[in-house]
Each structure stands twice: as structure tokens, then as C-alpha cells.
């Protein structure tokens, strides 16, 4: 288990990291660092996933032999990192640091 | 991985998909422990928030009882960990370290590239009469909803007083039938205007400013005159150069003379009147020993101090004017009573005394007083106190305590920043447009354009770094400071016809319309760029401007 917490502290302790979702391919959370009151980690792991899944076939469809590994989203308020796996998916939601002082 | 309870899980869901009460609960339940581990792993770095929400499971753990576990091979997990972390460190690193990356923004789906111009607005059955009259527009104005534009017609032209007929066009641009050569309102006049203003909430309302003096209160739906002022040594006696409406919905005037009036038109149930101002104030200033008036041509209110205002003269000067607005209270009651000499002083009239300069009210009391019993008047209306022309030096205070760095010809406009309260821009006749703020002397930028008048120049509503103006050759100017701090990033170019004024709509914030020679308005419609916020973008004015 510690190793698993080492990671995501690891990742959570980096400058201008929003949150993390850890879920599987199904959109079922494991580990998220949003509070279960905000939406906003269900969101992401109910949205997300699917995205990867396509992005996943969609490289694979160009060419046979190549494999997604890895995702970024970027859009006008935050970056969303997708790590596809397998089994799981690792979304870390990076924002400018001035806009996560603001949320706060 | 136990497949028993996961079924579970997924067959409840469906069963409470849609009592949103129950099925939170569940999902809530799925997370419980997830929360409970981590939290056990980083106590430490724990906020209390979190610490909160720890509790709040527990205690529902306690109630509910029943738990669904979400079910993983955590070894996996750490594996997979593992593997990305590197990758996710990597990108983390390099999309901090991509600066450009990171202001790279995209040109989206919903974008307009490119500023177009959507509308020329004209008034084709009177033509004739325009071009025989010499008119031209000299004011524009949107309305408070941002749906309609009023342009003001006055002749430049003039020899004395002003006898011509003149008009006020009004454009609904979003209403259906409307068509660009055919104003929704035409409002005939008897002088010539040259400024209005729209009432700040009440669209249909319009003040108008005549070359005359007279200060005239339309209503636009109705093409009704609702009041207009007298002309008077003591109230506008030249051209008013300037309407704005205050915050109390009175309306101030500035006036060629050096006038700056305030009247409230309101008198309830409708009714509007505008008799007399309530509040005057006379700019002069100090040459050479000798007191001048000052022609003001454009005023503007400081968003950071509504009692400050900023007066722009025929002369170039920039000053700065203090007014406070209209004191409605009767403190001067008592003072101004003379029934034992056997004289009244209206209420109307003690308003009026109360709102001019304190300094010399004894002396003007005294001087009032007087003229009535000259003439065996009893009862003291404004109009007594009028006639009796005290000093109108000691009547008006000068509202002037501050004068910027002067321009060398007559200030057409000035405009405050929405975004930083104490910029302001001024356009002038010497081709230049300057950068201000309140508190220094000194512009802070200038921009200069040879042998041509900028006529007028106004702040973006959005974008904190743009602004725009005009100029006599024609061509509309764009800034934008985070692009170029030098010069402007677009032209929109002319033939030939020079651009008299330039209004931002506020609601409609990508609407800019601009008059032209030979009364026409252009309604442009700018692109994306220039009306998105960018991010940062207040600080980098901020910083420009420090």
C-alpha cells in the first residue's frame, strides 16, 4: 500500500498539480484527491476513460503495430495527463499555480 | 478480485439509477475506503478538510453499516504506478517548462478570424436633406441594453446661433425587420445636437446636449420630448460638449463656456423636468495672472473615485475636476430664512443654494435679498435668484485641483480604463493618443499619428489591454498592449471619409461602431482576438503600467 501512496504523493507534491483520479478502464475510481462531495473526480473518471479507450483505438487503427502511451489534454483553464494501462488509468489534472492559490 | 460483490455493485446501481438519493449513496460507499487508506497514508500532509471528510465516512460507516468494497490487485497497481511515474513526472516537468506552450491557444471552433464590418448604418430617405443642411454626425451612442445605436446630427458649421432642423437617428440592429438605410427612430430637433448620452438603466431614455445650450430628454419608443432646459447666462449659454449620466441618475453637462451643470430630470410618477440645474460648477483657470474660463469639450467620471472627473479642453489641457454630487438634504434651511425681512425662500431655490459655493453664500444671500426687495418680491424661485446675476465666479466654485501634462490641441475624448481605475486614454487634435493615469502628471505612453486628428479613442469592455480610436483620415486604430506596446495591431482603413467617434458596445461586447463623414455609422464586428480575455493579460497591463 505505501508504495501506492508514495507514487501519488509524489505526483500530488508537484508544482501546479490540481488533483489526481486513479480509476480502472471502467470509470470506477480507486484513489481520487477530490473530496467524494465534489463532482469533479467523478467527472473525471466517468469522462475521461472512455476518451482514453478511443484515443487508445484510434492509435492502433492508424497503425497496427503502435500503442497509445500516453495522453495530454490541454485546454484553456488546465492540463488533464492521462497514463493508460491495461487495468488502470492514471489522470493527473495540471493547472497554473495561481489559479489553484484562487480556488483555495 | 471477488466478481460476486462487483455484480452486486452494478446490479444496485442500475436499480437506483434514477433516485439520485440512493445511488450516491452506494457510490459513496465504493470510495469510503479508499479514502480511509490514503488519508492513512499522508496523515501528515492531511488538511482538515480532508480530515472532515474522514470523519463524515466514519460516522456513516457507523450508521450505514453495509459497505461495497471497490476491489483491486494493488500490487498491480503499484506496478503500473511505478511504470508511469517517470512518464507523468517527465510531462509535468516539461509542460512548466514550455512557457510558449503554455500561452498557445488554439483556434477554436466557435472563432471569428477575422473583424468584419456587419453594418453600415445610414438614413436613406433623408440624404437630401443632410447633404443640403451640411450635417454630419456628431455623436453616437449605444443604448444601456446594447441593442440599439442613436447617432446625433448637428451641422459644424455654424455662424451665431444655431436655427437649423437636425435629427436623431435611432438603429434597433437586432430587431427583425430592421434594415441598415431606414432608422427604427427618427427624432427631429430644432437646433443642432452634439452629444447625448443613454440613460444607465433605462434604454428608451435619451439626453441630448444642443448647440444652443439646451440639455433635451427624449423618450427614443415613443419619439417623445420628455423636457429640455432654458438657455441662460447661468446655465449653458454655448455648445454642450458633454452629457453624462451619475450614478443618482442626474445628468451632468459640460459646456463649451466652461460650465459643468448637474440636474435631476426626475420628478417621480414619470414626470421629468428640467427647469433648472441643481448644481453648478465653473472651470477656470489661472493664466498669467489672469483667471480664463475653460472650453470643455469631453469629460469623464473615474471609476475609482466617482467624484472625480476628467475634463479635456479646446485648449489641450487635461485637468482634473472634484464634484461632488448633488447634497439633497436641507441643511441651509434655517440659514436662508428672511420672513422677518418679509422674504421667502423656496425650497426649490435653498436646494439650489445649498449645492453652489459655500464660501460666498452670505454674500450672494445678501445680493439676492436685495434685488427682491427692490422689486418687491416676496418669494424667492430660482428664477429670482437668477435674475438678480450675482457673480457667477462666486455662484460656480472651480471644481479644478489637478492638471495633467497638456496636449497641443483640443482633447476630442477621454476614456477610463474598466479594468485598472485609474487609467484613462485621451484622443486628441494633436494626432496624439495618450496614456494616463490618475495620479501622475506625466502620460505614461503616447502615440503619435502625423497630420491626422484622432477624434476619439475608447477602452476595450473586455480586454484590459486593448483600446481603440479613430482618426481624421478615417481609419479605426486597435492596441493591444500585450502584443505591441508601440504602436496599434490593426487598421481598419477608410476611404478617405474622416471617423468622428467610436463607441464600444458594452453589452454586446464584440460590436464597435464607428461614425463617418457624410452620416454614416459602421458597425464592425471584431474578431476573437480582440475580444477574449486573455490570461495574465490584467497583470501585464499592470506591470506596464507601474
Excluded at chain 2, 465504493?30 to 482538515?48: I, R
Excluded at chain 2, 414619470?270 to 460648477?281: A, M, R, T, V
Excluded at chain 2, 441651509?332 to 453652489?356: C, H, P, V
Excluded at chain 2, 445678501?366 to 435668484?385: A, D, G
Amino acid at each position: 500500500m505505501s508504495d501506492i501512496e508514495e507514487t501519488i504523493n509524489r505526483i500530488k507534491t508537484h508544482k501546479s498539480v490540481q488533483g489526481i483520479v486513479i480509476c480502472n478502464n471502467d470509470g470506477q475510481i480507486i484513489r481520487s484527491t477530490y473530496g467524494s462531495e465534489s463532482k469533479e473526480g467523478e467527472n473525471i473518471a466517468r469522462t475521461i476513460p472512455t476518451l482514453a479507450a478511443k484515443a487508445k483505438s484510434t492509435v492502433r487503427d492508424l497503425d497496427p503495430m503502435n500503442e497509445l502511451t500516453f495522453l495530454r489534454i490541454k485546454s484553456k483553464n488546465n492540463e488533464i495527463m492521462v497514463a493508460p494501462d491495461k487495468e488502470f488509468l492514471l489522470i493527473v489534472v495540471q493547472g497554473p499555480k495561481e489559479e489553484k492559490k484562487e480556488e483555495e | 478480485m471477488n466478481e460476486g460483490i462487483f455484480n452486486d455493485f452494478n446490479e444496485k446501481e442500475q436499480v437506483f439509477e434514477f433516485t439520485k438519493g440512493n445511488q450516491t449513496y452506494i457510490r459513496d460507499m465504493g470510495t469510503v475506503t479508499d479514502y480511509k487508506a490514503k488519508n492513512q497514508g499522508t496523515t501528515t500532509k492531511k488538511e482538515c478538510q480532508d480530515f472532515e471528510q474522514q470523519i463524515d465516512q466514519n460516522e456513516l460507516q457507523q450508521t450505514k453499516g453495509k459497505l461495497f468494497i471497490m476491489q483491486f490487485d494493488s500490487n498491480k497497481l503499484a506496478q503500473f504506478l511505478k511504470r508511469v511515474l517517470p512518464t507523468v513526472i517527465k510531462e509535468l516537468d516539461e509542460s512548466l517548462n514550455l512557457k510558449k506552450y503554455h500561452s498557445y491557444k488554439p483556434i477554436s471552433d466557435v472563432q471569428r478570424k477575422e473583424t468584419e464590418l456587419v453594418y453600415v448604418l445610414t438614413n436613406a430617405q433623408n440624404k437630401p436633406v443632410e447633404l443640403e443642411k451640411k450635417l454630419e454626425i456628431t455623436d453616437i451612442q449605444w443604448n444601456s441594453n446594447g441593442l440599439m445605436i442613436a447617432a446625433s446630427y448637428g451641422c459644424l458649421e455654424h455662424m451665431g446661433q444655431c436655427s437649423h432642423t437636425s435629427y436623431i437617428n435611432c438603429w434597433n440592429i437586432f430587431k427583425r425587420d430592421f434594415k441598415p438605410d431606414k432608422p427604427t427612430t427618427v427624432i427631429e430637433t430644432n437646433t443642432c445636437n452634439m452629444c447625448m448620452q443613454f440613460h444607465p438603466t433605462k434604454p428608451n431614455i435619451l439626453a441630448v446636449g444642443s448647440f444652443n445650450g439646451e440639455l433635451y430628454l427624449y423618450d427614443v419608443s415613443t419619439n417623445s420630448e420628455l423636457a429640455h432646459s432654458t438657455i441662460d447666462e447661468y446655465y449653458h449659454r454655448e455648445s454642450i460638449t458633454a452629457v453624462l449620466w451619475l450614478q443618482d441618475e442626474s445628468i451632468m453637462t459640460l459646456g463649451c463656456e466652461g460650465k459643468v451643470l448637474i440636474w435631476n430630470p426626475e420628478r417621480g410618477n414619470g414626470e421629468f423636468s428640467l427647469q433648472n440645474p441643481l448644481k453648478g460648477c465653473y472651470l477656470v483657470r489661472k493664466k498669467e495672472s489672469q483667471t480664463e474660463s475653460v472650453g470643455g469639450v469631453c469629460i469623464s467620471q473615474s471609476n475609482e473615485d466617482p467624484f472625480s472627473f476628467i475634463v479635456g479642453s479646446e485648449g489641450g489641457s487635461v485637468l482634473r475636476a472634484q464634484i461632488t454630487p448633488i447634497n439633497y438634504t436641507m441643511t441651509k434651511q434655517a440659514y436662508l430664512d428672511s420672513r422677518d425681512k418679509g422674504l421667502i425662500w423656496k425650497e426649490e431655490t435653498i436646494l439650489f443654494m445649498q449645492n453652489l459655493n459655500q464660501k460666498c453664500l452670505p454674500e450672494i444671500r445678501l445680493h439676492v435679498e436685495s434685488y427682491c426687495k427692490e422689486r418687491k418680491i416676496n418669494n424667492i424661485f430660482i428664477q429670482q435668484l437668477v435674475n438678480s446675476k450675482p457673480d457667477i465666479r462666486k455662484m460656480y466654485a472651480n471644481p479644478i485641483n489637478y492638471a495633467y501634462e497638456a496636449h497641443y490641441g483640443t482633447v476630442y475624448s477621454i476614456s477610463f480604463s474598466p479594468f485598472v481605475k485609474s487609467a484613462f486614454i485621451t484622443a486628441s487634435m494633436d494626432g496624439q493618443i495618450r496614456l494616463y493615469l490618475q495620479n501622475t502628471a506625466r502620460c505614461l505612453a503616447v502615440y503619435e499619428y502625423i497630420q491626422t486628428y484622432i477624434l476619439s479613442a475608447q477602452f476595450s469592455p473586455t480586454r484590459p489591454c486593448v483600446f481603440a480610436a479613430c482618426d481624421s483620415l478615417g481609419q479605426i486604430l486597435i492596441f493591444d498592449l500585450t502584443q505591441d506596446t508601440q504602436q496599434q495591431v490593426v487598421t481598419l482603413k477608410n476611404d478617405g471619409q474622416s471617423a468622428s467617434c467610436l463607441r464600444f458596445n458594452q453589452r454586446q461586447q464584440d460590436l464597435l461602431a464607428c461614425s463617418y463623414q457624410g452620416c454614416e455609422v459602421r458597425i464592425f464586428q471584431l474578431n476573437d482576438e480582440l475580444t477574449q480575455p486573455k490570461e495574465n493579460e490584467l497583470k501585464e497591463l499592470q506591470q506596464l503600467l507601474s
